[in-house]
């Protein structure tokens, strides 16, 4: 019960479809107002192309060839092109953000995940790190990155992201996928390169 409630857990808050929940939850806050519901409808949708539903696509494609043995990808070096198709997707919603002229701060959040997966990625190539993990630091960092910047308390909010983080970490750890030292760097990681590295961009 506890593996099968886990499992249900990575598959909602996989990191392909955690920045659908980070731009939703962008674009729901006052500052975009001069929105329209269907322009933030197309931004959710691009970033869904870019962001998951391609590199998707790509992981289906490596399954059926055999490349790639479980749709987790728990195997470490079966990894290395689901990263580098991740990487690209993201070069390339940034560059369909840049010419919506997106403002400077999301559009710096946006790079600043794309060097997260980067990271990630290269250390990938010595030692297994959780990509869940990383996603939800992602997601609680950004949502700290946006507060500061923006100059709100979205206090009850930011407990939930941190709850969720805890959720998600504790679901790793329960299917044995990844070790604590493992799911906490990600974590780390995800906090770091969306909570601080943006100020400096």
């Known amino acids: ?10 598959s909602i808050f996989h990191p392909l479809l955690i920045p659908l929940y980070g731009i939703t939850s962008l674009l729901s806050l006052r500052y ?17 192309i870019f962001t998951c539903v391609l590199p998707l696509a790509f992981l289906v494609l490596l399954k059926m060839t055999g490349y790639v043995s479980d749709w987790r990808v728990n195997k470490r070096e079966e990894r290395y092109p689901v990263y580098i ?25 946006a790079i600043c995940v794309f060097a997260a997966v980067f990271a990630i990625g290269v250390i990938n190539l010595f030692w297994k790190i959780s990509i869940h993990a990383t996603a939800a630091g992602c997601l609680a960092g950004g949502t700290f990155h946006t507060a500061i ?5 979205p206090m009850w909010f930011f407990i939930f992201v941190l709850l969720l983080g805890g959720v998600i970490l504790a679901a790793r750890l329960q299917l044995f996928a990844h070790s ?6 990600g974590y780390v990681i995800g906090v770091f390169f969306t909570a601080i590295l943006p100020f400096f961009l």
């Open 85 to 109: 198709v991740s990487l690209i997707s993201y070069l390339l919603c940034i560059y369909v953000l840049w010419r919506l002229r997106i403002p400077l701060w999301v559009l710096s959040l």
């Open 149 to 153: 910047l923006l100059h709100f308390n």
């Open 1 to 10: 019960m506890k593996n099968k409630l886990a499992n249900i857990i990575s």
């Open 180 to 185: 604590l030292p493992q799911v906490l760097s």
């Open 32 to 48: 975009f107002f001069f929105y329209s519901f269907f322009q933030k409808l197309y931004i959710i949708f691009i970033i869904g």
